[in-house]
């Protein structure tokens, strides 16, 4: 945060009851160096400091925050939405879906990401000087091919994590023949993933013609010795 009140404030739509909260770590510098300064459970990040410290050992400017927290999501495509003043940046899952890490005003920053199951959030914070806030809110997105290219794509890819894979094979043109593959080859060619998870690019949905829709996957594959976190595909 660059100048005025402290204030940070983590919101989410509660998908499920979770036991616990927050763990949060506080370090007095910017940069989350070091040894933390004050270490806490926080059973909801909604906090509004004023010009004040966050707790003993923190000073009211120049400080840092991780929180981490591990949630249970029902199958879906969410949109997370981070509003900082200063830096900000959020990792599900270990992947960085936020990264505004920089002095900035209050500023929204948004990123849309399939998840399923027990799923680690790490929301990172510093705060400069004078005012600060963060926010951080997550929500359901609706996926149906109709709503848009983005939501097309992720409609797929529930489709996919949810091992529909007849009416993921739908998904393609031509009855799905524009995939190059027969339904049972399609439906093969997941045996040995566990889950995918899809992290997009900024899309101009206003775009006159055909719209682009940037796609990263990563996934979990059911192999001997294959890593239990995503691996980029």
Do not use: C
């Amino acid at each position: 945060e660059k100048g005025g009140v402290a204030v940070a404030r983590v919101d989410w739509k509660r998908v499920s009851d979770e036991p616990g909260g927050w763990q949060g770590a506080y370090y007095a510098n910017r940069s989350l160096q070091g040894t933390p300064v004050l270490s806490r459970d926080d059973p909801g990040i909604d906090f509004r400091w004023g010009s004040g410290s966050p707790g003993p050992g923190v000073p009211s400017d120049q400080f840092s925050v991780r929180w981490t927290r591990t949630v249970h999501f029902e199958p879906g495509s969410y949109r997370f939405t981070a509003t900082a003043d200063d830096g900000v940046r959020l990792r599900v899952n270990g992947h960085p879906l936020i990264d505004a890490w920089m002095d900035q005003p209050l500023t929204a920053h948004s990123g849309i990401l399939y998840v399923s199951g027990d799923t680690h959030l790490e929301l990172e914070y510093y705060e400069n000087r004078g005012v600060a806030a963060v926010t951080l809110a997550w929500q359901r997105e609706t996926a149906t091919s109709s709503d848009g290219p983005v939501h097309a794509v992720l409609d797929y890819w529930t489709v996919v994590n949810e091992r529909d894979y007849a009416r993921a094979y739908g998904y393609w043109a031509d009855g799905g023949a524009r995939s190059g593959q027969t339904p049972e080859e399609f439906a093969a060619g997941f045996a040995d993933t566990v889950e995918v998870t899809v992290l997009l690019g900024r899309v101009d949905e206003g775009a006159v013609g055909p719209v682009t829709v940037p796609v990263t996957l990563m996934a979990v594959a059911n192999a001997p010795g294959a890593p239990t976190q995503p691996q980029l595909l």
